[in-house]
């Protein structure tokens, strides 16, 4: 499955990535719950042939949490979004979150199967485990799993759900209407289930998915994590890191697929990044400065004081980088972050205030600010070093970000050929270019029918 051009989804985070997004006068508070605005942005992705559409979840809403991060106190339920996107689109992708510490496989794989239907073979599954403790008490637990049983109970949602997705053979539905024969029973199975968190017995009550099985996404840093993700993923979620420690990563996460009898271009890594684009590179630096100087979180120099380890106790945050004597010798990573502020601002001239901004946005990772043909250099940079097969657009402000994002910086990856001009398919499948599993039971009756003619 070879490399030909960018993966590319949009994340809709619908208040925007950054927590001050909504607060630009053309932004929308209430975008979450809009159906216009939600549509909009889905067909302004597919209509720059986007691979795929992100509907993220989580299953609690914290008010408190409205200064650090107003789009996660409303969320959608991703599947009941995922239905109303399908709707509303033709073939860019649609990659729905699911919780597998806070589902039952049964319901996910009747739900997931049935929308891939009636996408017409354009889902995709986005596996977690969940991070947040409150979420315990809306299902009725005392505490939130530790890391281990969440992905315990992770690879068993994921093996039921991969068995009721097959537990309908193809061509099971024979609707002979002559002979009144509704389906061939030798071909629907029970999957008798019995693990430590889920006993199953099947079948599902919906015939196999038009993508036989529905591709799975999953994120996370942990061992555990990891080890699933090259198990199961066929694409894998990062973060934009430095580029040299986004190398090494891509290099570890591809290189434990053989373990599992993978190839290194049959699992994806796209990696999830904020993006500030304008028409021309001035224009993408004022809108990043505009945003970030929307902040309403006051300004704390402690973590940032630690992460460049040094003394910034006695400073005032609007003194400028330059005057501050404890950041003239720093180690390299420290020097990383100070420049990648520089880079965002655009300018060399930026104060501690606008260093800690970007900072809490970033904690020393990347984002990439400016014109199309510097988004457009970022990536083919990233693409070409196989630091990430593509990314994942965090908007930090909605509508403005996407539109410019699809006006400006797709074309100008489009005339690199980087990325494509047209659809190779209309399955999430087929934009990814993975293969059609064949199902497990076919397998062994193809088998077993060698074995008696042998």
């Known amino acids: 499955m070879p490399r030909k051009h960018i993966r590319l989804g949009f994340s809709i985070w619908a208040t925007g990535f950054h927590p001050a997004g909504w607060r630009l006068p053309d932004a929308r508070a209430d975008s ?3 159906p216009v605005f939600l549509k909009r942005t889905a067909q302004l992705s597919e209509a720059a042939k ?7 979840d989580r299953v609690v809403g914290l008010p408190e949490q409205q200064t650090e991060h107003p789009n996660l106190v409303l969320r959608p339920e991703a599947f009941t979004l995922a239905g109303y996107i399908a709707a509303v689109t033709e073939k860019i992708g649609i990659v729905a979150t699911v919780n597998t510490t806070y589902a039952h496989p049964f319901n996910v794989a009747r739900a997931s199967a049935t929308l891939d239907h009636l996408s017409g ?4 599954l986005n596996v977690v485990t969940g991070r947040d403790p409150e979420a315990a008490q809306n299902f009725g637990r005392d505490e939130h799993w530790q890391t281990d049983r969440r992905f315990d109970t992770a690879t068993e949602f994921t ?13 099971a539905l024979v609707a002979e209407k002559d002979g009144g024969r509704f389906l061939d029973p030798d071909r629907v199975h029970r999957i008798d289930y019995r693990g430590e968190e889920f006993q199953v017995r099947g079948p599902l009550n919906i015939v196999r998915p038009p993508q036989g099985q529905v591709p799975i996404l999953t994120a996370g840093q942990s061992e555990r994590s990891r080890e699933y993700g090259a198990k199961y993923a066929d694409i894998r979620f990062g973060h934009a890191l430095q580029l040299n420690k986004a190398r090494a990563y891509y290099a570890e996460v591809k290189g434990r697929l053989t373990k599992y009898g993978r190839s290194a271009d049959s699992q994806s890594l796209v990696c999830g990044i904020a993006y500030y684009v304008g028409e021309t590179k001035a224009e993408g630096h004022a809108i990043y400065r505009r945003v970030q100087e929307l902040t309403v979180a006051p300004p704390n120099l402690a973590p940032l004081s630690t992460a460049l380890g040094a003394d910034l106790s006695g400073e005032r945050p609007d003194a400028w980088i330059g005057e501050v004597a404890a950041l003239a010798k720093l180690d390299p990573d420290a020097a990383r972050i100070v ?35 510097e988004v457009a250099d970022y990536f083919e940079t990233w ?11 965090f908007p930090p402000y909605l509508p403005g970000s996407l539109e410019n994002f699809t006006r400006f910086v797709v074309p100008e990856l489009q005339r690199r050929g980087l990325f494509r001009t047209e659809y190779e398919g209309s399955t999430f499948r087929s934009h990814f270019n993975l293969p059609w599993p064949t199902n497990r039971h076919t397998v062994a009756r193809a088998a077993a029918a060698v074995l008696e003619t042998a």
Not at 121 to 124: D, M, T
Request: proline share 1%; no cysteine; hydrophobic share 40%.
């Open 383 to 393: 693409f070409e070093e196989r630091a990430a097969d593509g990314f994942i657009l």
């Open 50 to 56: 986007l691979d795929f559409y992100f509907i993220g």
């Open 159 to 171: 093996e039921v759900v991969h068995q009721l997705w097959d537990s309908w053979e193809d061509g």
């Open 121 to 124: 073979g354009r889902l995709a």
């Open 32 to 34: 979450t719950f809009d």
């Open 339 to 373: 420049e990648q502020a520089k880079l965002s601002y655009g300018d060399d001239r930026i104060t501690l205030l606008d260093l800690f901004r970007t900072f809490r946005r970033t904690n020393g990772g990347a984002e990439v600010v400016g014109g199309p043909k």
